[in-house]
């Protein structure tokens, strides 16, 4: 019986063990990721709204020390084959919609919300959010702590550079660089990730 038990926990790692613990305990509050299994790593903060809607495809990972907050209405879209690394942030308040096979790097952060900036007389934590949509295409890289705001649509196969803040559309197979991000060249096949060139 021992050696059953030994061939099995060789197959079965404490860490696959761990992970599925992680996803039950998420499943049973949210019944958003019961259809399929999600990838939860140590020390994620889950937080899915019951009226949010959420949408999560295969092989979806959240690894250690992600963030992830769907607040009241909104509605989270995610394609088979997204990986967050370690220490992203997610916060939807309207609409977030990722395509497959996107990957982020560390400390990436995706909002789509900005505090209002008015009145003025009332302080900045009660004044409010303005909402806009974020929509991320296919195969989409993008690169340690780079920041995607509010009412931006990054196209199918794009880059975003590392530490880039993208304030407005990236066009699909483009480059984007910089605070805020600019289009300065188009991604080739090798880089990104998922094609092999």
């Known amino acids: 019986m021992s050696s059953i038990c030994r061939r099995l926990w060789s197959v079965v790692r404490p860490r696959t063990v761990g992970r599925a613990a992680r996803y039950l305990a998420l499943a049973i509050r949210f019944r958003q990721l019961r259809r399929r299994f999600v990838a939860v790593g140590r020390f994620c903060e ?34 088979d084959g997204v990986s967050f690394s370690p220490g992203c942030t997610v916060c939807v308040h309207e609409r977030l ?20 900036r008015e009145p003025f007389d009332v302080p900045l934590s009660r004044r409010g959010f303005a909402t806009a949509p974020i929509v991320i295409g296919r195969n989409v890289w993008i690169g340690a702590k ?20 993208v304030t407005r559309d990236v066009p699909a197979r483009a480059v984007a660089v910089g605070v805020p991000a600019r289009v300065i060249g188009r991604a080739s096949l090798a880089a990104v990730p998922g094609e092999a060139a």
């Open 146 to 165: 780079a920041t995607v705001l509010k009412g931006v649509t990054i196209g199918d196969d794009a880059v975003i550079g590392a530490g880039a803040v």
């Open 46 to 79: 889950v937080s899915i709204h019951r009226s949010a809607r959420a949408t999560f495809g295969r092989r979806v990972r959240f690894l250690r020390f992600t963030t992830l907050h769907v607040h009241a209405g909104a509605d989270l879209r995610i394609g």
């Open 97 to 116: 919609e990722i395509g497959e096979g996107s990957t982020f790097g560390e400390g990436v952060s995706i909002h789509d919300e900005d505090h209002l």
